[in-house]
């Protein structure tokens, strides 16, 4: 447990993510603070639900979704006064209000904020300020206030760089598809059913979907270097331009690995544990493949890379059972294609990015 906990303090998604959750908690009770202590604002509910909904994962996804929320926000208020004002405090001017305000946010430059202007309009209607202009200016303030907090906050405490998170995320990925195919060789070499090829069929799934979450991080990273005040910012967000090439290639590795399970699933394993002589080279390099990649070896991949070759040049495919020769060739064709793909992943392995502070020190 000790080590889990160790390993988990030192990820930097763990600590963007406390990071970004704590400067929200700060944002919404610094906007309070000031609208109720220092401008002195009644009821100064908006302000911290702004803050709230203001700081996002980057600067430029918080300066552009504040300005957003700025635009839906005012609306919200307009429509709920001149609801209040044409039908008073009704149903009638409660569901006029709601639908103005959910059609405006279909139109494109509001539909991140889909639900803001009628959520906005329905609070003031609800709260009784629709027909109190005094009322209805302050609640345009506190909104601007918590908005202002919120894109201060993102912007001069620690601004977000999501490379390290995305270095993290991807540099993981080729681990797991190594410790898959190990896993696939010790449980072929002990002889196995269709059952645990299905199962290795379904990690490949679960491969795919931590591939989705690093290109969503990756892009994260992107966005994070725009707008960013950092100095560091543009020295990083070039160590992160080849995180894409690499995902892609994980991607290759991924459907190869599936492919590889599915062909041995449906020729039903026997074919591999009848044929000795395909069977049993075929297998270590199999087991060696997935050694290497797990501790990104790049010679390692290199041999096994070669010794594949060679062994698929020395292969009697006439000596083969019959109808297995295309089993055998698939096989040896994913390999092959898995080792491609992930030679240069291990080349670029550890997927760091360097703190310049630590580099200046150094």
């Known amino acids: 447990m000790l080590a889990s906990l160790r390993q988990r303090l030192r990820d930097p998604v763990f600590w963007t993510n406390t990071s970004q959750l704590v400067k929200t908690v700060v944002a919404v009770v610094l906007a309070w603070v000031l609208s109720v202590h220092v401008l002195d604002i009644s009821q100064p509910f908006l302000a911290p639900w702004a803050a709230l909904l203001t700081v996002h994962a980057t600067v430029f996804r918080t300066l552009r979704r504040g300005v957003q929320q700025v635009g839906a926000t005012v609306l919200g208020v307009l429509l709920a006064f001149a609801a209040g004002s044409l039908f008073g405090v009704t149903a009638l001017s409660l569901g006029v209000a709601v639908l103005l305000g959910l059609l405006a946010g279909s139109v494109r430059g509001l539909r991140a904020e889909t639900t803001t202007a009628a959520a906005t309009a329905l609070v003031v209607l609800t709260t009784g300020y629709s027909d109190d202009s005094g009322m209805l200016v302050a609640r345009l303030l506190d909104t601007a206030i918590g908005i202002s907090v919120g894109l201060l906050i993102n912007l001069v405490v620690w601004p977000p760089l999501r490379d390290r998170s995305a270095a993290s995320q991807v540099g993981a990925i080729d681990d797991r598809i ?10 072929l070499a002990r002889g196995c059913d269709a059952a645990q ?17 690093a290109w969503s991080v990756v892009g994260q ?3 994070s270097g725009r707008l960013n005040p950092r100095r560091s910012a543009a020295v990083r967000m070039r160590r992160a331009e080849g995180f894409g090439d690499i995902l892609g290639r994980l991607e290759q590795a991924v459907a190869e690995t599936r492919s590889m399970a599915r062909t041995i699933r449906l020729s039903r394993i026997a074919p591999l544990e009848g044929d000795p ?10 087991r060696r493949a ?3 990649i797990r501790s990104a ?14 062994f698929a040049g020395k292969l009697a495919v006439d000596a083969l059972p019959d109808r297995f020769w295309p089993v055998s060739g ?33």
């Open 330 to 362: 698939a096989l040896l064709v994913n390999l092959r294609n898995i080792l491609e793909s992930l030679g240069a992943v291990a080349e670029a392995q550890p997927l760091e990015v360097p703190s310049p502070a630590l580099r200046r020190a150094g």
């Open 221 to 223: 990273a992107r966005e």
């Open 178 to 187: 190594g410790h898959l195919l190990t896993k696939m060789a010790a449980a």
């Open 277 to 286: 002589a395909f069977r049993g080279p075929w297998l270590e390099l199999l």
């Open 290 to 292: 997935g050694a290497a």
């Open 197 to 213: 090829a299905d199962a290795w069929i379904e990690r490949t799934g679960e491969l795919d979907h931590d591939i989705d979450e």
């Open 297 to 310: 070896d790049v010679d390692a991949v290199r041999r096994v890379h070669a010794d594949l070759d060679a």
